[in-house]
C-alpha cells in the first residue's frame, strides 16, 4: 500500500518516559520484523512485585520473563519511548512509508471514491483516512459529533532517573509497584537497567489541563503521600532531585465507541484517537500497535470501506474491554480502610504466579 503520514510535530520524536510492552504486543512487533531490533534495546523485568506504599508490606509477586514467554509466547519489555519510537520510525522509512512532519490534517471532504485533504492551499486525495491522531483528534472532531475527551480527575508525574540515583535495594530487574489511598508508584528498569522510569499516578482535583510536559514541584508529589515507607521515599526523593525533575501529565479518557462509530465511510480511528483510557493496564500503545496490524490486515482482503468495517467490528469489542478493565484497575490500587486489607489479604493468598489475564496477554491479533 502506499501509506502518507502527516505529524503535526516540527520532527519525528518521543518524550523521556519509558512504556512497558506486553506480549500482545511484542506478538505484533516481531511479525513486523523487529523484535531483535526491540529486545536489543529493551529491558526484561522478571517479575511485577506490588507492596504497600505506606509500610513497605509486600502485597503480591506476578512472574514476567520466562515465565510470560513460556504461557503467552512473547516477552514482556520495559523499554524508553524514544527508543521504540526510533526503531519504528526507520522500519517505516525503511519500507517507503512517505513522512510528513509540521502537517497538522485541519479538515477532510469525504466522497464515495476517496477522502480529500483541505487545508490552506493543499488538495490532496487519498483512498483512505486514519486518524491516529491521538486523544485530541481532528479526525475524531470531525467524523462523529460525541463527547469532548473528559478530564478523569487523574494525573501522572514522571521523572526519569540515572541507575546510580535508584536506591540500591530497588534496583533489580522488576517493575515494582506501591499502593496507597488514592494514589500508586510505578518504576521500572529502561535501556539493560542503566535508567530507571519513575511515574506517580494519583487521583487530584485540578487536572484538566492538557499536555505531556506541564512542570511539577517535588513537594507537589510528596503532598500526594501521608507517609511512605523508607526505600520508596528515598526513590522519590531521587526522582524530584533529577535536573528535569517531575513533568506532570493530566489524563483524560472517553467512552468506548461502538464499532459502527470506529469507522465510518473511508475513514478509521486508531489507538487514543479511538479509545484513550487511564494507563492503569499499560495497554495504551499496546491496543495502538493491535489495531495498525488489523487495519493493515483486513485493508489486505478488502475494498476500503468493506475492510475499516471489518477492522471496527474486530476492534471496537476488545479495546473496550481494555479500556474498561484499566479503569477498574485504578478503582483496586487506590482502595483504602477494610477493604484494602481484604484486597491485599487476596492477592498475598494468591501466592507467586505468572502474570494473569490471558485474555489480554494470549490474545494475538496475527
Ligand atoms: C503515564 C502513562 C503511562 C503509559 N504507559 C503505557 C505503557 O506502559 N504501555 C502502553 O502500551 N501504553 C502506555 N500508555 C498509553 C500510551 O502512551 C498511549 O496510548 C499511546 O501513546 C497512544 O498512541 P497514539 O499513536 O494513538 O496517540 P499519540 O501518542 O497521542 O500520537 C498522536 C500523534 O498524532 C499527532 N497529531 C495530533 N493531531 C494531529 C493532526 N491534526 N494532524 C497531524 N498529526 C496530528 C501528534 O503530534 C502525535 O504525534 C501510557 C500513558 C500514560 C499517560
Known amino acids: ?145 460525541d463527547d469532548a475527551p473528559h478530564a478523569t480527575g487523574h494525573a501522572a508525574f514522571r521523572a526519569l532517573l540515572p541507575a546510580q540515583s535508584v536506591p540500591e535495594a530497588l534496583r533489580t530487574p522488576h517493575v515494582r509497584t506501591w499502593w496507597a489511598r488514592d494514589v500508586h508508584v510505578v518504576s521500572y528498569p529502561l535501556r539493560g537497567g542503566n535508567l530507571w522510569n519513575l511515574v506517580v499516578l494519583a487521583q487530584m482535583p485540578n487536572s484538566h489541563q492538557e499536555g505531556w510536559s506541564l512542570s511539577a514541584k517535588h513537594q507537589d508529589v510528596m503532598r500526594l503521600f501521608k507517609r511512605t515507607e523508607p526505600p520508596l521515599q528515598a526513590l522519590l526523593d531521587a526522582g524530584g532531585a533529577q535536573q528535569n525533575g517531575w513533568n506532570r501529565w493530566n489524563l483524560f479518557d472517553r467512552i468506548p465507541l461502538k464499532a459502527a462509530h470506529m469507522a465510518q465511510g473511508r475513514v478509521a480511528l486508531l489507538g487514543d484517537a479511538a479509545h484513550p483510557m487511564l494507563p492503569y493496564l499499560a495497554q495504551g500503545a499496546a491496543m495502538a500497535l493491535e489495531d495498525a496490524w488489523t487495519l493493515a490486515q483486513c485493508l489486505s482482503q478488502h475494498d476500503a470501506p468493506q475492510a475499516l468495517q471489518a477492522y471496527a ?54
Not at 125 to 141: E, H, I, Q
Not at 325 to 341: C, D, E, M, P, Y
Open 1 to 145: 500500500m502506499d501509506v502518507t503520514v502527516l505529524e503535526a510535530a516540527k520532527e519525528f520524536g518521543e518524550v523521556g518516559a519509558g512504556i512497558q510492552l506486553g506480549p500482545n504486543a511484542m506478538k505484533v512487533i516481531a511479525a513486523l520484523g523487529l523484535e531483535k531490533d526491540v529486545l536489543q534495546m529493551a529491558s526484561l523485568p522478571e517479575a511485577i512485585v506490588i507492596a504497600d506504599a505506606v509500610s513497605g508490606k509486600p502485597i503480591s509477586r506476578m512472574l514476567l520473563g520466562d515465565a510470560v514467554r513460556q504461557k503467552y509466547g512473547q516477552a514482556y519489555v520495559s523499554m524508553h519511548r524514544a527508543d521504540l519510537h526510533t526503531i519504528l520510525l526507520s522500519a517505516a522509512r525503511a519500507s517507503g512509508v512517505q513522512l510528513h512532519t509540521h502537517q497538522t490534517l485541519q479538515n477532510y471532504e469525504h466522497s464515495a471514491q476517496y477522502i480529500c485533504r483541505r487545508d490552506t492551499n493543499i488538495d490532496q486525495k487519498f483512498d483512505v483516512l486514519v486518524g491516529a491522531d491521538g486523544l485530541w483528534s481532528k479526525v475524531r472532531a470531525q467524523m462523529l459529533t
Open 313 to 366: 467490528q474486530i476492534r471496537a469489542p476488545r479495546t473496550k474491554r481494555v479500556v474498561q478493565t484499566a479503569k477498574r484497575n485504578g478503582q483496586v490500587f487506590h482502595l483504602s480502610g477494610a477493604i484494602a486489607v481484604a484486597r491485599d489479604a487476596v492477592l498475598s493468598l494468591k501466592g507467586t504466579s505468572t502474570v494473569g489475564m490471558p485474555w489480554l496477554y494470549g490474545h494475538s491479533v496475527l
